[in-house]
């Protein structure tokens, strides 16, 4: 069973039919293609669309309902003890079966009836791929077939080429919005389920970070305290020492390389830079934990100062490195767009080089500066794997950038691993966190929105 293989069938049968819709279009002229009512290539198109579309809409439907179908067969034919199991127990029973069918378990060691319904697992997923790979290779043939008899040089294959594609781009668009609504929800219905077990007003005014559940009543560092105000400062305290990193350096080597650099030094200095970005962030995690996080702890302990080994300034020192190429280059873009004639119009009012910087080139490049900054922003507010490696995971409430803090992120990544029961607190808190960090995002959208509309009415 290997769905790769049918795909490249699809696709061949797709250039064949595109091959064959364009030549009988053009056999159905004199030889000038502009009898016909639209040129060849939307005629092959045509043909090629009517016979893949079917496949695939085959195709995805089986993906979609061949692993339901097949699991509930398959718990149809288990002896009547395993079906009534609860819904937890069967889940594990139908992963064992799962392991057993594709060879990661092996099937000696597994109970009689798990080899079984292994083997009728395998043997249902045979039947019904073959099954889909029928129907969906003779629904492309038919396709084909019926929209080659379609084609003649009044058919207007432009529009109904067209037409299908606007039906895809309105399919596309829908998916990511009910997507980004269904994110919204899901996020919305396991905060409330936190909600109803932990106050809301304790939650986002608490000061107190211990989402440990005592399991029993002698359980030891188990308080269960979920006041996320210690996480919120720690995640704005590193993300404002990250952009006070980033955005004066991003700005300034904009500044530079949009309006006094060379085009040969242009030229190799924006690539050098824009390798920040492409550097995995577990590596700047390994530089910030190695070698800025010692440094910093040195140079403060010259000074008699008490510096954690994890430090809120060494996180946010590496975050800023690694988001200056987000400010710098979309800063860069947006200064080179500004009009010629809004500088050439400065110049002869007898402004110098850097009063028409000043005054004139940054606020007609506001919007688009604005923007690279918010995207600095949502970056480090997102950022986990350099926190979690260069300022730990405490919880601590301070505003001191020597000490050790923890970040949203970092707290939803570690409730969230290893097998949780999403049923008691400390796994819905990752839900709650998120929702905070989702509004907070939101907002700082709203307001980089409002000041890119203001500014823009200025100088559009």
């Keep these: 069973m290997n769905l790769a293989i049918l795909l490249a069938a699809v696709l061949l049968l797709a250039l064949y039919s595109y091959a064959l819709g364009r030549g009988r279009a053009l056999g159905q002229t004199t030889g000038h293609p502009s009898e016909l009512h639209s040129r060849p290539g939307y005629y092959g198109t045509y043909t090629a669309l009517w016979s893949v579309i079917p496949a695939l809409l085959v195709i995805a439907i089986w993906l979609m309902a061949e692993g339901v179908i097949v699991e509930g067969l398959v718990v149809a034919s288990l002896p009547q003890a395993q079906q009534d199991l609860p819904n937890a127990q069967l889940g594990l029973l139908l992963n064992d079966i799962r392991n057993v069918a594709s060879g990661a378990f092996s099937a000696e060691q597994a109970e009689p009836f798990v080899r079984a319904a292994a083997e009728r697992y395998n043997g249902l997923r045979l039947t019904s791929f073959i099954g889909m790979a029928a129907i969906a290779v003779l629904l492309a043939v038919i396709g084909l077939y019926w929209a080659r008899r379609a084609i003649d040089p009044g058919l207007r294959a432009r529009n109904a080429v067209e037409r299908i594609v606007m039906v895809f781009l309105v399919a596309a668009s829908t998916i990511a919005i009910f997507t980004t609504v269904g994110i919204v929800l899901s996020l919305l219905f396991e905060a409330w389920r ?31 305290a979920f006041g996320a105000v210690p996480i919120f400062a720690g995640t704005l305290l590193i993300s404002f020492i990250a952009m006070v990193v980033a955005v004066p350096v991003g700005l300034m080597s904009a500044i530079y390389m949009a309006e006094y650099a060379t085009p040969k030094f242009r030229s190799f200095v924006k690539p050098l830079l824009e390798v920040l970005a492409g550097i995995p962030t577990v590596v700047y995690g390994f530089f910030a934990a190695l070698t800025v996080a010692p440094q910093i702890r040195g140079f403060g302990e010259s000074f008699g100062l008490d510096v954690a080994s994890e430090s809120a300034l060494a996180a946010g020192l590496v975050m800023g490195i690694m988001i200056i190429p987000f400010v710098s280059s979309l800063s860069d873009d947006v200064i080179s767009a500004v009009p010629r004639s809004l500088r050439e119009g400065s110049y002869g009012m007898g402004a110098t080089k850097s009063e028409t910087i000043v005054r004139v080139i940054l606020p007609a490049a506001l919007p688009g500066i604005v923007g690279s900054i918010l995207l600095a922003v949502s970056r480090a507010i997102g950022e986990t794997m350099i926190v979690v490696m260069a300022a730990g995971l405490a919880a601590n409430l301070t505003a001191n950038p020597f000490q050790a803090v923890t970040t949203v992120t970092v707290q939803i990544v570690t409730l969230l691993v290893g097998d949780q029961e999403f049923d008691s607190p400390k796994t819905l808190a990752a839900f709650a966190l998120g929702l905070v960090l989702f509004f907070i995002t939101l907002c700082l959208n709203v307001i980089a929105l409002h000041v890119v509309r203001k500014y823009r009415e200025q100088y559009d």
């Design 194 to 224: 936190f909600f109803s077990q932990v106050p809301f007003y304790e939650f986002l005014f608490g000061l107190q970070w211990s989402p440990q559940i005592a399991l029993r009543a002698d359980q030891v560092g188990s308080s269960g």
